[in-house]
């Protein structure tokens, strides 16, 4: 008996560790399908982004659509959907996870299961996806199968005795692969004649057609003419084109139908219209009820970002515009530093996320940025009983207004090799962590449970992390709800004047250090001028550390006669360049770099 | 009028400081490059000029038939008033009785001479052929001939140099009594042996604190011996202040002949080429630059607050015809506020302060 459309389709993703070899193997299915042409492959084609290329992670979800034709003589259609790789995108991982029935788990055999990986494969788990292990890069000398198998078994508690134990380097066995996604992972078994029910797990912007929605249809059937409605934000549009994912393009089909992956193509102008998440139905014959498990994404990092030369003010906010239609999650509003002059503050789903759209800015805008510390989002209670978020240091109510401050609390999950035990530990407890809980995965590996405070680790935690666990460490967190906390708003003052730029909040008892480190930084990047400048870190009125850069002693041009003037106005003229780009604080003049050294202290 | 520069490539040995264009040995080029500067010359006919500076490299390093043959076509060929000052820089060494008498009559009234220090292990550190003992009896004889308008060049921050070997340096210039010195603050530049010296950390200099007390001392110290400091590194007796080179600083016309040599010309700057064999075979345009409006500005300022009498707001309405304050009127205002400009009698001038960070203050005058 032959078989239905639906059992000839597998949804699935693929879950690893950084470096672990997801792209990878992507490229390798890619090719194992004959989709792209090996004259096309460009190494980890679905990474497209460069920053992807080159920090090796997964920013953006991406899907493809691969035929195969199995060892049983069927054709079968594979989509694949790749998911972002980091805590950051927690959010738009479950709803990729969502979108499949299956998971290929990459375990790298000589490093062995990662946080993050564990993490994910929990996720997966939760949505009730077939987990098909798969051992990479069994090629390495380092290679340790058996204990990878022993372990993927022993924590995740599936069998792995039969998964496939690969190179997707070299191609060993990476046909393997594609005949478990058929034999496994089950097909997708929606109800055709149901009212649709699309999953949104992805969009981006295309200026000739508007926002590109990437769906997977549940139940139903949905084609071009159709008038559809987005059942959490109630935005309707009529669709103009539905299709295919090819890996080179967007391939037009005639229509969706359950347990499909694709693209519709409605005229959408504003991405905020298509939630990752949201459930795509009809007006016509609607569904009941959403798809579970939307969730509207809250920035948890904040920071303000100025244009270095203010006249770049216009060019920042068109460069935010230009990422925001791609990036729902990146929220900006317009704000204003006495230091910094008109800039923007803007709100992020973490640290890696704020890295990102920083880089971009930066590369793709060509645009020269100065940003403040990342903050987090307080709550203040004030003594009239107002309560306030606060995610701007400057906005902070004087404190006799203030009763007490909450901070947001992470449970943080942090695998690591024995050996590194005590420094990952030294290090939480640095960073006002209360320790929860800690298992054995095996006799080398120990995992790590601890409370800390969000504003600990948006700064540097991870690289302190890295450095003291010569990388082996891997960490996982979820936001963990507020604490009431003892913490105070530090200023610093140049030449007695306050650098709103730099003011933040920390907790009392580390702020002394803080303030004292904050100073020592400021005064190695800020250059000597024509008088002396008083560096003070300092708590409401009361001063905490000081540090003086020493007046501008010497700077001369002894000689300049008629053969000099050329040359020597050239040096006065980048002189004069380099006070440009200076802020003016006051009186003081600051080097952008400023700004940006007191954000990794350690 | 014009001020007329001449460059003499040539030196015996190049001291180790030196970034100037200037070629050891090459005696066989002498009487090529002085037939090349009298033909250059040639274009300038019957221009009038109130200055004459020939500088170097080593000006008493060609030999005396040579500066004979060229001080003769500086007079035939230029009008030269009857106050014209006129200059050549002498190094000790180099500087015969031929030779002097060569320049008194070829109308020379202003010797300077490169003395930097009067401490052997500087000289020699330095690169200079001469000692202190040299360079005493070389002035000590400019005189015998004559000359009575006479410059020594001094440095300070040198390697080795101390406030006690600086103080006896400035002593023994001061026992010669010139008429004018020129206290210079060493300045590195790029690509000198002594840069890569002073990079491989074969010395030490002093400190910018140290040389700034030098400096400070200089300035008290050639003041009580009744030099005026009239630039930022220029000390003279009154009324024999260096002609020639305020006409850089107050940016008015000069020419300049020879290799590298700069000038200034109806509000172009033009240049040489710095390829001797070049030169010699008569091309000597290399670039040339319009000056405009707003280089004419900020030109006339970090040039004219170079000297200690700073500029004048009636002059720079002269030239420009606009109010001084419209252009410059923020930067003046701030600096006058913490010190570091002046203003009386209708010129604006640096604080003594603030000369030894006047780059700081004059980089604020680019527009």
């Known amino acids: 008996?032959?078989?239905?459309?639906?059992?000839?389709?597998?949804?699935?993703?693929?879950?690893?560790?950084?470096?672990?070899?997801?792209?990878?193997?992507?490229?390798?299915?890619?090719?194992?399908?004959?989709?792209?042409?090996?004259?096309?492959?460009?190494?980890?084609?679905?990474?497209?982004?460069?920053?992807?290329?080159?920090?090796?992670?997964?920013?953006?979800?991406?899907?493809?659509?691969?035929?195969?034709?199995?060892?049983?003589?069927?054709?079968?259609?594979?989509?694949?959907?790749?998911?972002?790789?980091?805590?950051?995108?927690?959010?738009?991982?479950?709803r990729s996870l969502a979108a499949c029935e299956g998971a290929i788990l990459i375990v790298d055999a000589a490093q062995g299961i990662e946080a993050q990986t564990l993490a994910n494969t929990y996720l997966a788990l939760e949505h009730d996806l077939e987990i098909l292990p798969v051992i990479n890069k069994i090629d390495l000398p380092s290679a340790r199968p058996e204990y990878v198998i022993r372990e993927i078994e022993d924590i995740i508690g599936i069998p792995a005795e039969d998964a496939p134990q690969i190179s997707a380097k070299t191609g060993l066995n990476t046909e393997k692969v594609l005949e478990e996604i058929v034999n496994k992972i089950p097909c997708p078994n929606?109800?055709?004649?149901?009212?649709?029910?699309?999953?949104?797990?992805d969009s981006y912007y295309d200026s000739y057609r508007g926002v590109i929605v990437y769906v997977r249809v549940k139940d139903g059937c949905l084609k071009a003419g159709d008038r559809i409605k987005m059942m959490q934000t109630g935005a309707q549009f009529d669709?103009?084109?539905?299709?295919?994912?090819?890996?080179?393009?967007?391939?037009?089909?005639?229509?969706?139908?359950?347990?499909?992956?694709?693209?519709?193509?409605?005229?959408?102008?504003?991405?905020?219209?298509?939630?990752?998440?949201?459930?795509?139905?009809?007006?016509?014959?609607?569904?009941?009820?959403?798809?579970?498990?939307?969730?509207?994404?809250?920035?948890?990092?904040?920071?303000?970002?100025?244009?270095?030369?203010?006249?770049?003010?216009?060019?920042?906010?068109?460069?935010?515009?230009?990422?925001?239609?791609?990036d729902a999650s990146l929220l900006f509003e317009p704000e204003t530093s006495v230091a910094l002059g008109f800039g923007f503050r803007c709100g992020f789903l973490g640290l890696l996320h704020m890295e990102i759209i920083q880089e971009r800015l930066e590369r793709e805008y060509n645009l020269d940025l100065v940003t403040t510390a990342p903050s987090v989002i307080y709550r203040v209670h004030k003594t009239n009983g107002d309560i306030l978020m606060v995610d701007n240091p400057t906005n902070l109510p004087p404190t006799v207004e203030i009763d007490y401050m909450e901070e947001p609390m992470v449970n943080a999950d942090i695998m690591v090799p024995v050996d590194y035990v005590g420094n990952v530990m030294e290090l939480c407890q640095e960073r006002r962590g209360v320790f929860k809980d800690m298992k054995y995965m095996e006799e080398t590996r120990a995992q790590i449970f601890y409370e800390l405070p969000l504003n600990e680790i948006v700064y540097d935690f991870f690289d302190a992390l890295k450095s003291r666990t010569k990388g082996y460490a891997s960490f996982d967190y979820e936001l963990a709800g507020y604490k009431r906390s003892d913490l105070?708003?530090?200023?610093?003052?140049?030449?007695?004047?306050?650098?709103?730029?730099?003011s933040f909040i920390v907790h009392k008892d580390k702020a002394y250090a803080r303030g004292r480190r904050m100073a020592e930084k400021l005064k190695d990047a800020i250059p000597r001028q024509l008088f002396e400048v008083p560096i003070q870190a300092a708590i409401g009125n009361k001063i905490i550390a000081r540090e003086t850069v020493r007046a501008l002693r010497k700077d001369v041009l002894a000689k300049c006669y008629g053969g000099d003037i050329t040359r020597k106005k050239k040096l006065l003229e980048k002189q004069k360049e380099g006070k440009k780009r200076m802020r003016q604080v006051g009186s003081v003049e600051v080097p952008q770099e400023a700004f940006m050294s007191v954000l990794k202290l350690d | 009028m014009v001020g007329v520069y001449i460059h003499i490539p040539f030196c015996l040995k190049k001291c180790k400081y030196c970034d100037f264009v200037s070629f050891e040995g090459k005696t066989s080029c002498h009487k090529a490059y002085i037939e090349a500067l009298i033909a250059e010359m040639r274009k300038y006919e019957g221009m009038e000029a109130d200055s004459v500076f020939i500088g170097g490299g080593t000006p008493t390093a060609i030999e005396a038939d040579l500066l004979e043959k060229l001080?003769?076509?500086?007079?035939?060929?230029?009008?030269?008033?009857?106050?014209?000052?006129?200059?050549?820089?002498?190094?000790?060494?180099?500087?015969?009785?031929?030779?002097?008498?060569?320049?008194?009559?070829?109308?020379?009234?202003?010797?300077?001479?490169?003395?930097?220090?009067?401490?052997?292990?500087?000289?020699?550190?330095?690169?200079?052929?001469?000692?202190?003992?040299?360079?005493?009896?070389?002035?000590?004889?400019?005189?015998?001939?004559?000359?009575?308008?006479?410059?020594?060049?001094?440095?300070?921050?040198?390697?080795?140099?101390?406030?006690?070997?600086?103080?006896?340096?400035?002593?023994?210039?001061?026992?010669?009594?010139?008429t004018h010195i020129?206290?210079?603050?060493?300045?590195?530049?790029?690509?000198?042996?002594?840069?890569?010296?002073?990079?491989?950390?074969?010395?030490?200099?002093?400190?910018?604190?140290?040389?700034?007390?030098?400096?400070?001392?200089?300035?008290?110290?050639?003041?009580?011996?009744g030099y005026g400091q009239y630039e930022i590194s220029n000390f003279a007796k009154a009324g024999v202040e260096c002609t020639h080179n305020i006409k850089y600083w107050e940016c008015m016309d000069y020419i300049g002949l020879g290799v590298c040599a700069h000038s200034l010309l109806d509000g172009i700057r033009f240049c040489n080429t710095d390829d001797l064999k070049a030169y010699i075979s008569g091309e000597t345009k290399s670039e040339s630059l319009i000056l405009t409006e707003k280089d004419k500005m900020e030109e006339f300022m970090i040039m004219g607050l170079r000297m200690r009498k700073g500029i004048s707001e009636h002059e720079f309405f002269r030239r420009f015809g606009k109010d001084i304050r419209k252009i410059y009127g923020n930067v003046l205002d701030t600096h006058i506020k913490n010190g570091f400009i002046r203003y009386a009698d209708g010129r604006y001038r640096l604080s003594f302060e603030a000369i030894s960070v006047s780059n700081s203050v004059l980089c604020d005058f680019i527009l």
Not at chain 1, 190 to 201: H, M, T
Not at chain 1, 292 to 304: E, S
């Open chain 1, 1 to 94: 008996m032959s078989k239905t459309r639906q059992e000839k389709i597998r949804n699935f993703c693929i879950i690893a560790h950084i470096d672990h070899g997801k792209s990878t193997l992507a490229d390798r299915l890619l090719e194992l399908t004959g989709e792209v042409e090996l004259r096309d492959m460009e190494d980890q084609l679905l990474d497209n982004m460069d920053l992807e290329r080159e920090r090796g992670i997964t920013i953006k979800a991406h899907a493809v659509r691969l035929k195969y034709k199995a060892n049983d003589g069927e054709i079968y259609t594979l989509n694949l959907i790749d998911t972002p790789g980091h805590v950051d995108f927690n959010y738009e991982v479950s």
């Open chain 1, 190 to 201: 929606g109800d055709e004649d149901a009212p649709l029910k699309a999953l949104i797990f």
């Open chain 1, 239 to 326: 669709v103009v084109e539905v299709g295919v994912l090819h890996p080179n393009g967007l391939i037009p089909s005639s229509e969706l139908s359950a347990g499909e992956v694709g693209y519709i193509a409605a005229s959408i102008k504003n991405i905020r219209d298509t939630q990752v998440g949201d459930t795509v139905t009809t007006v016509e014959n609607p569904a009941k009820e959403p798809l579970p498990g939307y969730k509207k994404v809250n920035p948890m990092v904040f920071c303000g970002i100025y244009p270095a030369d203010g006249a770049q003010y216009e060019d920042l906010q068109e460069a935010l515009l230009k990422l925001q239609l791609n």
């Open chain 1, 488 to 502: 105070v708003k530090l200023d610093i003052l140049l030449n007695g004047d306050l650098v709103d730029a730099l």
């Open chain 2, 71 to 178: 001080l003769k076509a500086c007079n035939s060929n230029f009008i030269l008033s009857s106050n014209c000052e006129f200059s050549i820089e002498a190094n000790p060494k180099t500087l015969t009785d031929e030779k002097l008498s060569v320049m008194k009559k070829g109308g020379i009234n202003r010797i300077s001479v490169g003395v930097q220090s009067f401490n052997d292990h500087e000289l020699c550190v330095l690169g200079r052929i001469h000692t202190a003992e040299d360079a005493y009896n070389t002035v000590c004889g400019i005189k015998e001939y004559g000359f009575s308008n006479i410059n020594i060049d001094l440095m300070f921050g040198l390697p080795f140099q101390t406030a006690d070997t600086f103080a006896h340096s400035l002593n023994m210039a001061a026992k010669c009594n010139p």
């Open chain 2, 182 to 225: 020129s206290c210079y603050s060493l300045i590195l530049e790029e690509g000198t042996i002594l840069e890569k010296e002073y990079g491989s950390g074969k010395f030490t200099l002093p400190s910018e604190d140290e040389d700034r007390r030098m400096y400070d001392y200089a300035h008290e110290f050639l003041h009580s011996y």
